[in-house]
Each structure stands twice: as C-alpha cells, then as structure tokens.
C-alpha cells in the first residue's frame, strides 16, 4: 500500500479521490454502493443562498463520450441546507465540501457565511462557473477583475479552505488563475463544464430547454488536462483536477499535470463505484511504478 | 432490496417480433423483494457512440432462478446494440432503482393499461397483483396485432382486453376507445398505467373524470438513475420531482399534466 | 432529389459539403476511394509562404471519442504549392479553396497574393487559428485587434472569397467573429481544433513533442455547434460549420444551427467515405422531411 | 490494387497463443496483387474508447479463396476488441496500403529476420520470395518458445533459424546473438527485418557494418493510414517521410538512426 495522503491548503486528505458537486449529491445517494468514507472527500452539489428550482426539462443531451446538462443550481438553499442536510451529513468522517454559487457578490457572501457556521464542512468551493444559470456563474468566471472581485468579496468573510472552481470557457486560463489566487483563493480547482450545445435534427429543436449546456465527460478530458498543466505552471497554491476523468490511468496523468487531488463526476453516472475503483487503481500504479508516495507523482511530468 | 451494480449474465435473447427483443439476465447476489414498477439502468459498453447508461423496467423475477426479464424495444443505437447482446455474456446493471407502484392494502378490482414497451413494468405488476388475489384486469394496445406480445403471460394473471389501431386483433382504436372506459370505469378502484405519454395522458384524463385513482409511470432521459444528477425532472405540484427517485411512478394527481 | 445548391459569397456549391484543411491532404490522395468532383468542394492543407517540416513526432494521441494532432503545418510552402501541386488539381471540376497560414501579417499577405493568381482556386481560407505554431497561429485568432488585423491586410491584396477560420480557444467567440466580418471577411468558417494534451501515464511524458496539441473528432462537436449558433447570431455573412461532424445528422444540426455549408474533417479518417455518405444523407433527411431545399434548412431551428 | 474501404467478414479467428490471434477476412471484391509489406486499417466499432483504426500487416492472402490473413497481438483495447471478434461478423477494412518490401530482381540469397508480432508482414514475403525462386532464410526470435508462432508455416518458404532470449527453442538470446550474424552474414544480399524498433536498430547496425541491403518495416502512431494527416512522420534523409505512404518498409540509408 502505497502513501496516498495528500493536503488541499488546510484540508487533509487520506487519499487525493473527491467527487465533483453536482454529480454525487449528498453523498447520502452512494450509501447503498459503497462506503463513502472510503473517499478522499467529496463535494456537495452547487447551494445558493436562495432556494432554486433549476431548468426547465429537458435538462440532459447525450453526446460523443459524454453529456451536456443544464440542471441550473437546482437546490433547496443555503438555510435548507444547513437545517435539513447538513445533520445527515456529520455521520460522515471523510471531509466534506460544500460548492457555493450566486447570482451577485451578495449572495456569494451570503451563502459562504452560512457554510461558514457548519463545524464540520472543511471547505467550500466557489463556483464562479457555472454555465447554466441567466445571471452570474460563468460570468463571474470569464474575466479577471469579476474572478477577483468575487473571490476576495468571499476571502474577507470565509476562513476555512476555499477552493476556487474556474471555467474552461477563457482564452487564457493561467491569467484567470492567477487572478484567483491573487485573490485569496486557497487552491483552485478545474475545470468545470464547457458551454455547448445539442439540437435534434428530427424535431429541429434544441435538445435542452436553455439551448445551450455544460459539456462534461471524457470528451472534455484532453482540454481540462491542458488546463490543468497551464494553470500549474501559473500558480503556486494546490490544484484540484477534474474533467472527464474515468479511471485511475486518466487520473494519474492529472497528479503528472500538476493537480494535488482529483474530482471525479460524469463517471459516478456511469459506473456509481468509479471513485473506489479509481482509489485502487491509484495504489496499484504507485506500487507497480515503486512510487512510495502520491506526492511524489504530483507535477512530475517527464518533459 | 438494496439498489446495487451488478454484472448480470445473458442466459437467453429472445426475439419477440419485428423490434421487440426479451432478454433474461442471472444475478450473481441472491434477488430479494424488487417491487413492481422499478426499474434498471444499464450500460452499453460494446457501441462507440452510446455513453451513458439505458433505462428499462424490470419486467418479470424469477427469485428461484435469480433472473431477472427486460423487455426492449429497438429505438436507436443504445437498444439496438443491448438487444443484441449474446448469450453468456455480461452487462453492467444497477438496479433496483425508483419506487414502484401503489400496491392495494386488501383485494380490489384493478384495471392495467399498457401500450406499446410500456407494457413492460405491467406483467410484474399484474403478477404480484395476482397473487394478492386482487381482480385483475389487463388492457394492452398496439397499433397491430403484431405489438401485443405476450399475451399469453398476461393472460396468467388477469382478464385480457385488447384494442389495436388497425383493428387486426381485440377492439379497433387506441386503448382509450375501448368500451370499458365507456361503459365500466367506476367498477375499478385503481387504475395502474404504462405507455407513451399522449396515451397516458388520454387515460389520465378519463380516469380523473370518474375519480378513479390512477398511477402512470413516466419516462425520462437519464444520466444517473439514482437521484445525484437532477437531470431526469418532472413538474409536480411540489415542484421538480426526479423522474428516477421520486418516480417512476406517479399519481396523477401530483402531476402537472393538463388533463 | 432535394435542391442542396448553395452558396459561400461568390462560391456556388452543388452540395453543401466541403472538407477540413489538412484532412483531405490535396484531394489527390481520395481518388483512388471516390470521385472527389462530388463534393461541393474540399479545402487543402495548410500553406505557409516558406516550407515547412512541421513538429517531430509524435504528432498524435488518440483521445476518448476525438484526436489532439501536433502536424505544425507541414507543407511544401505557396511556391512548391503553385508549380507542383497546382497543376494537378486543375482536374477537378468542383471548388478547391487553400488554406493559408502564416506566422506574421506579411507572411499571410506573401502566401494569399500567390494564391491570389491561380485561377482555378475559388477561394482562400485564411487560418488564424492553428493551434500547432510557435508563432502567429492561434495567436492571430484569439484577440478581436490581431484577427482584424490580419484579416484587412490579406483583404487588400487578395480579391476572391476569403473564408477566416476561427480558433474555439477564446472567451467569446461572437466579438471574435464580429471582428472577422467587420475587417472584410467574406465567410467565417467554425471551429478549428480546440487546445489539449495528453499523457502517457507509464512513460509519465507528454504524448505530444509539443506537449499540447488541437483536438478535434466528435468529442468536440458540442463546442462547435454552440459556437456556430452563437456566430450565426452575431454576423450576417455566411458561416462554414464544422467540428466532430461524422455523418449527416451532425450535418443537419450544424445547418438548423446556422451553418450554410459544412466541412467534414476527422470523420475522413475512419471513413474515407465519410463525405458522400453524408451527401447522400442529406439529401434523403430532406426529402423524408418534405424540405425541397437545404437553404430552407439554415439556420431555422425552431426555439 | 487500388486501395478501397471494404467490409470484410471474419471467417475464421485462431488463438495462437496467450496473446496472439490469427484473423481470417473474406473481401467482397476480387483481390487483386498486394505486396508483400503492405498493411491494412481496420475499424473497431466494438468498442467505446476506441476511435480510430488500428493498422495491421496484411500476413498471408490466398487470391482463391479471396481472403487476407491478419496476425494480432494483444497489446491494449483495441487489439483486445478486435482478437475477439465474433466469426461471420464484419469488419471494416481499408487496404492494401503502403509500399512493400523492394523484392529482388532476380535469385538471390535473403535473410528475413523477425521478433515479436513483427513477424506479421514476413510471411507473405517469405512466400513470395520462395515462389521467385530465391534462397529464403528466416530468423525468428522471441522471449521463449511460445512466442514462436506458425514456424511450420514459414518453414514451407525457407530455411529456419531460431532464437530465444530464455533458450527454450534455437539458440539462447535476441536475434542479434544468433551465429548467423557472426558469421555468414556477407552471403545474403538483401535482409529484411521487421519487430521491435531496438530489435530492427541491432540488425540494421551488423547490416550495415557489412554493408548489406536492409531494409526495415516501421511502426508509427496512426490517424488515417493513407497519407493524408501527416501524423505518422519519421525522419528521413529526406526530412519528414510518412510511414504510411512513403513506407512502412524503408531502406536503412534513408532513415536518421543512430546506427
Ligand atoms: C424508467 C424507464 C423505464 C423504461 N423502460 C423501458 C422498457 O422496459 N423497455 C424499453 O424498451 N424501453 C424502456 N424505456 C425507454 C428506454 O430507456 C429508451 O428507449 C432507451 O433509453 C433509448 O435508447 P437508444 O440508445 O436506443 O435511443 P436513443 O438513440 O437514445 O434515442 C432515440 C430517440 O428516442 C428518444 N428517446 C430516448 N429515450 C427516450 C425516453 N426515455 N423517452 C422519450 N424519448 C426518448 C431520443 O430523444 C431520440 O430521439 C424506459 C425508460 C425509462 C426512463
Ligand atoms: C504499419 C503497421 C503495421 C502493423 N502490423 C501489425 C500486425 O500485423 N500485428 C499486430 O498485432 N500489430 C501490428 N501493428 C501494431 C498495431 O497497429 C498496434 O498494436 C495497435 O494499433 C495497438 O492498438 P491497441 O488499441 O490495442 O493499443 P493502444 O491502447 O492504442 O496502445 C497500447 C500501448 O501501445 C502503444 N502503441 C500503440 N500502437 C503502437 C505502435 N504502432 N507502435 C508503438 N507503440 C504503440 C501505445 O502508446 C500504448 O502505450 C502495426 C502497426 C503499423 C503502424
Ligand atoms: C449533472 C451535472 C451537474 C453539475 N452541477 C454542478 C454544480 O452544481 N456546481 C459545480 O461547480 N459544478 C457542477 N457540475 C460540473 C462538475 O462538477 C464538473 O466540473 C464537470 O462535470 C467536469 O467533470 P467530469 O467531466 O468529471 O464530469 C455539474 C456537472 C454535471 C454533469
Ligand atoms: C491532422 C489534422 C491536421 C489539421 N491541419 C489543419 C490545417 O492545416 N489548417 C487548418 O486550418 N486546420 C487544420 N486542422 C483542423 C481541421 O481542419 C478542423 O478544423 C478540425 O479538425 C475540426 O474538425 P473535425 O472535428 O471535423 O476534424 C487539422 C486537423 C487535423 C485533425
Ligand atoms: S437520472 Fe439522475 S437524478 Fe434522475
Ligand atoms: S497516418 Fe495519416 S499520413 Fe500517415
């Protein structure tokens, strides 16, 4: 058995494997797979500070190795969270994340304070890209001067580990990552959805009721792994990988780009114990290699 | 039973007509209650083009032979590569997934209607009814006598009444023409309901009429299954309702149909 | 037989579809599969002025549902391109438009004023978006002041159709394309390979010489779709879609997104036959449908 | 013969060994001459994280029967996938492509030399070779006598030499340790050597110390397989040649090795 601790800023993990929000969500629904526990952590699905009723279906569009979805941040609320939520989730010993949306600053603010009262969430992370919301999300994401006016906004009151989640949808990532962490981010994570679109030829319609989705899955895996060694040669505080990572090979090569732990999301769809099997898999590389450490893999990229 | 992944064996791939293929798959875990209306999500690993997993009602148990039967109808490439899949080989299962129907607390006089694959969940159903010693009775409809296959298994478990489109076998017309909407609703005291959803919706709408009570189980596209990725919604009066968690099945009642 | 005739400015197409520069090499190498005369039209590899050897190998990684290619435009340069290739495409009787690159403003103009006197090529695409160069390249495509920069240099010296071919690897591609069209684009053509890498896991190295390379395939046929909906929004001269097409029902999507003519790139690789089947496909989508015409067809999606 | 997209049908699939599988394809048309070195690209829509095809030597043909052999070695999925292929399935087949082996104008005594699955294109040669009436020699080398596939069959077209690195079959070590390097190497006026890049490098080196003609089969990463995406480059004397098209057999004073 290999050493597969690793540390997110302030946050430890006993192996680097979390699931990305929206595709797990409150961990609850993966009790009858397997042990949660047995996770590095994971990432509770996108909570605002208002309750939201998400998209209109249809919400999903299959496509070549993977999916658009246009769920909406969907979730009953901050205060629904905490009071409803939150009480099922302490059972839990792994850490676990709560990923914190808005429409404005304000609400950005409003939601991380309330997450900020619940002991046991080690972090949150802050979704400043989400494509599928009218107002906000992506928007937040695009520019450097909104990532860091977010991010600092959200700094000043939030004192534990913040993730910041950055969007693929930018000409030049390492500039918005840069911005993040000039921002007080805490490490960052990428990447989240890319905007696109289906349409059914026989209806002539589009597929999603918003027209235009996020694309995740192994399609997106070749752009979010770029990303992720652009941003590591950007920055200095840890990354978090994520993008269409299937198994342990495709995660091995984000702890090689620079990520310091992994997301695993659009896979839990297809196969519910894909994270178990990837947490395996990572111990028997580092075995079968003489790795005696994750770390040791971690940004070591033969160039 | 505890929803689970499974590796299920293909122990037989029966062609029932033109589109319609019946396979039988062996659990390795011993099957325990699995209600009807439940469905389960399965992968379709030998096609490039198909990604994530297909949908299907779980059509019959055999808890003896731990098996269990999918009905499928060709649609597109996810079905067409499913119902082909050899004997003796394996498919990735999840299952059982969703809540499935409304079963009668003491013996009551209940009516099926099934079109199209959506007759599938409805042999289990009308077994398990069966066997509570409910009245049970069955109306199936297709567009010709082709569709309404196997009859000879409902035929076990209730009273058959059939309509086809084109007249070729039972009553002529769609399942809401056939004259026991016209003449006997009010006799039933549940109506259980599976098939495409302007169909659903005619019996829906007849059902409300007579206040019968009345569950239909609705179809969506999927990407979990399992209630984490809010893709497969529905309006209901409480909002969005996850078609795989808090369905399949609903009472009408709940929905936001305009009926 | 429905009524596919359309038209890319000055450009008569007797069929919508052409194919990607630098996936149908110089049109020659198809003959032996079908006749190439029953295309629209084809596009050939990229030209620079001066020769090029390209990038080393590898230049390839096969990725989930889609390729990164590192080519790095090698090719015999405009004056190899006129005396030796030239001659023997005068053969075909259906358009054949170059691709040009470059890697300053004066190389574009070089390459476009020699392909500007060879009579028998309908047109220029004009590639401010490859992902492979050290210079110039991808870098022309991605800021609205270098694309009209270029753009209104070779607009000046060359007088046939123009097609500029936009990089996906921005923020907003609609400014980009505004940019495009408003220095004199006569056509934008929709989407080039998108930004990724790969790693080999066992070796711990890039697969690429090049580290990072551009994707293209199916995987990314979301993408393109959304950006070719989003273009068809934001200018009026007529968009060339393409991005992951494989067979006709991609086609018609790309059409209803606003594409007036598609290009049909990695798809000739698994199917040399790619093309016509996708001919044949449309025309039988439109005559199933009852469409007499594919320009009934562009850009009528219905919301 | 001209090069075209056939599909093919699988009419027969040997396991030769653990890893190793001999396809047997039928083509629709009339088979015309292929050269000994060629190689065809073969779709694999079996599978979900394939998307390319795969190249493979085209091993043996009988223009009788109409048929082309292939010889698989599974080293991933997409050799995995296609080694499994089903009998009376088809396949989507693009050959003959490539330039072969520059045969000899008239008798002559030739080395063939071959490791691994770099044996595929060296049969077809041998036979056409024998046929030409020419002195063949065949040096096979492998890890240990199981790899030695189908040495009955190469035995029909010339002499047999053997070696394996664990001395189970023929002499002890890689091919380059066998005696025939030693000694008799100035008798051949031609080699021709297909296997692992290190293994075809240490023959070229003895080739070339004796100054003898020889001439390598390449293996490259491929996209299409018919000169068009530029993908498959090796370095040349010429600068970048395509290992498709321009090869896969190359002459050893054209390529940069280090030899
Ligand atoms: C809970 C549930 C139970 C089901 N039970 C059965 C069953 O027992 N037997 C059976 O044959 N099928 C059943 N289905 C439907 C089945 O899942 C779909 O037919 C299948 O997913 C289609 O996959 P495909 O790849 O063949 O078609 P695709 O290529 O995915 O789709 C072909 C066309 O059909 C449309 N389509 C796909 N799925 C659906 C859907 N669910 N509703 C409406 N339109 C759709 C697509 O938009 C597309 O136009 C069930 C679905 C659900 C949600
Ligand atoms: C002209 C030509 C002729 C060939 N003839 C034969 C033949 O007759 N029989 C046979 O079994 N194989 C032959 N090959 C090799 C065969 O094409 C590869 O083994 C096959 O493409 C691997 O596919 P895969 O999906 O199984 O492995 P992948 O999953 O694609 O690869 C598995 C591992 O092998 C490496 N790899 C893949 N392809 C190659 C390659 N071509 N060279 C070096 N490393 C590679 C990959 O980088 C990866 O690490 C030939 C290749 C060429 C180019
Ligand atoms: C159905 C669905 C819902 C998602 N919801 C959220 C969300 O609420 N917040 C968020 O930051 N990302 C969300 N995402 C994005 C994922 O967390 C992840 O960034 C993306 O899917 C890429 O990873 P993958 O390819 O492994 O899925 C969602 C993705 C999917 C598919
Ligand atoms: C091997 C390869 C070489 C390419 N060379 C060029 C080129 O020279 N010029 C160019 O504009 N685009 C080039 N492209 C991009 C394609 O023309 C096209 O924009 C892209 O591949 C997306 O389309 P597709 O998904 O249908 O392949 C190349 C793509 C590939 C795969
Ligand atoms: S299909 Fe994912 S929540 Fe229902
Ligand atoms: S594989 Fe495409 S040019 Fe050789």
């Known amino acids: 058995m290999a050493d597969l601790n690793t540390i997110i800023h302030n946050i430890k993990l006993k192996n680097p494997v979390l699931t990305a929000s929206g595709t797990f969500g409150y961990g609850i629904e993966f009790d009858d797979f397997f042990d949660v526990n047995l996770l590095g952590g994971f990432i509770v699905k996108g909570t605002t500070i208002h309750p939201r009723q998400g998209n209109p279906y249809p919400r999903m569009a299959e496509t070549y190795s993977g999916m658009l979805n246009a769920v909406g941040l969907q979730n009953g609320g901050a205060h629904y969270f905490a009071s409803d939520i939150y009480p099922k989730l302490i059972k839990y010993e792994t850490n676990v994340l709560v990923n914190v949306s808005g429409s404005t600053v304000e609400e950005y603010i409003a939601c991380a304070e309330i997450i900020n009262e619940l002991d046991r969430i080690a972090g949150i992370e802050l979704n400043i890209s989400c494509p599928n919301v009218k107002e906000g999300g992506m928007a937040f994401g695009t520019s450097c001067s909104s990532v860091a006016a977010v991010v600092s906004a959200v700094r000043k009151i939030y004192k534990k580990t913040m993730i910041v989640k950055l969007s693929p949808n930018v000409t030049d990532i390492a500039e918005i990552a840069r911005a993040a962490e000039g921002a007080g981010a805490d490490s960052l994570s990428l990447i989240n959805t890319l905007l696109g679109m289906a349409i059914n030829a026989e209806t002539r319609k589009p597929v999603l009721s918003t027209i235009t989705g996020g694309l995740s899955g192994p399609a997106v895996k070749p752009i979010a792994l770029r990303m992720v060694w652009q941003v590591a040669q950007a920055v200095k505080i840890p990354i978090v990988g994520l993008g269409g990572i299937m198994n342990a090979t495709d995660a091995i090569e984000f702890f090689l780009a620079g990520a310091s732990a992994i997301q695993v999301g659009t896979a839990n769809f297809i196969d519910p114990l894909a994270t178990v099997k990837i947490i395996d898999g990572i111990d028997q590389y580092l075995n079968r290699h003489k790795i005696s450490s994750i770390n040791d893999l971690i940004g070591c990229l033969h160039m | 039973m505890r929803k689970s992944v499974q590796n299920m064996k293909v122990v037989a791939n029966l062609r029932l007509n033109d589109d319609h293929y019946l396979l039988q ?16 999500n399965i992968q379709v690993d030998q096609s490039q083009s198909v990604f994530l997993r297909r949908p299907f009602s779980i059509h019959t148990i055999d808890y003896q032979k731990n098996t269990i039967s999918i009905l499928i109808k060709e649609i597109g490439e996810g079905t067409r590569t499913l119902s082909h899949t050899p004997i003796d080989s394996y498919l990735s299962v999840i299952f059982p997934l969703g809540n499935g129907f409304t079963l009668p607390a003491s013996k009551e006089n209940v009516l099926l209607v099934g079109g199209g694959c959506g007759v599938a969940p409805l042999l289990h159903l009308a077994q398990v009814l069966n066997r509570d010693l409910n009245d049970v009775n069955i109306l199936l409809g297709g567009r010709s006598e082709i569709d309404l296959v196997e009859l000879d298994q409902y035929a076990k478990y209730g009273k058959i009444y059939t309509t086809t489109e084109d007249g070729s076998y039972g009553e002529k017309g769609f399942v809401t023409d056939h004259s026991i909407f016209s003449i006997e609703l009010d006799q039933f005291t549940r109506i259980y309901c599976c098939g495409p959803e302007p169909m659903m919706k005619a ?32 309006e209901t009066i409480q909002g969005h309702k996850c078609v795989c968690t808090d369905g399949p099945v609903f009472n009408i009642n709940q929905l936001k149909w305009q009926i």
């Open chain 2, 203 to 234: 019996v829906a709408t007849k059902a409300k009429t007579k206040s019968v009570f009345c569950e239909v189980s609705l179809e969506n596209t999927m990407a979990c299954g399992f209630g984490v990725c809010l893709c497969c919604v529905t």
């Open chain 2, 25 to 40: 798959l062996n659990a390795p875990d011993q099957l325990e209650n699995i209600y009807p209306g439940q469905f389960a």
